[in-house]
């Protein structure tokens, strides 16, 4: 089948459905008025080194609402901060049971049962109960399509990052993460989630400028992945 995304019905669900596994990011926020709100968004993903960028988007309408937008995006243009909480299985159910679309004067920690814990260098609070925060300072929302469907696509710096102890591990070139302990949960389409027990490695090749080609080389030359 090919499909023009213009004309496809539901071409949504086709989207998100080929783009996966992807990860969740948990985002805690605090409006003006102190309410602290908390969702899930999985289109998220990490962008840059240096300076540590991620990125996630937001439709701004709030579903099934007439005229409410998303209290995640205009909390952050409000506020120019937020926290990114990684999504692992143990806390799966209760970021879900955060997703639906409560009054912006709900807190949805107290819903899904979770704990704040304070951040070093933003306002807003991390879930304790998450294994990785990541405390951010707005850089930029840049919006993307227009209204009903437009999204808010929000770029954040990493300002401090808080990493359970037993995730991480030393490794010959330094601290790496430990993904059995860590528990990732990915997103596949609609309400389907899929862990991450089936690990296979593969070595990335190297080539240089100048370099013989790799048929020409000894098999099995390659180096580490970053
Ligand atoms: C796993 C998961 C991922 C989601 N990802 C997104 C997303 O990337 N963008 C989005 O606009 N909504 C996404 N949603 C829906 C929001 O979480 C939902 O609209 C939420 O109520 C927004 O809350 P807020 O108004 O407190 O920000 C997702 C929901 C789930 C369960």
Known sequence: MIIDPKTFE????ILTGVVVPRPIAFVSTRSTDGVVN???YSFFNAVAYNPPTLVFSSSRKAPGWDDKRK???TNIEETGEFVVNVVVDPIAAAMNATAAEYP???SEFSIAGLTEAASEL???PRVAESPVNMECRLVQVVDIGEQPHQHGLVIG???RMHVRDDVLYEGPNGWRVNHQALQPTG???GNAY???DDVYELIRPSYSQGERLPEERAPGAGRAAD
């Open 10 to 13: 539901r071409f949504n669900l």
């Open 38 to 40: 908390l969702a899930p």
């Open 71 to 73: 209290d995640t995006l």
């Open 104 to 106: 912006s004067d709900v």
């Open 122 to 124: 933003v306002k807003t």
């Open 157 to 159: 710096e990493i300002v």
């Open 187 to 189: 997103r596949l389409a």
């Open 194 to 196: 899929c862990r991450t």
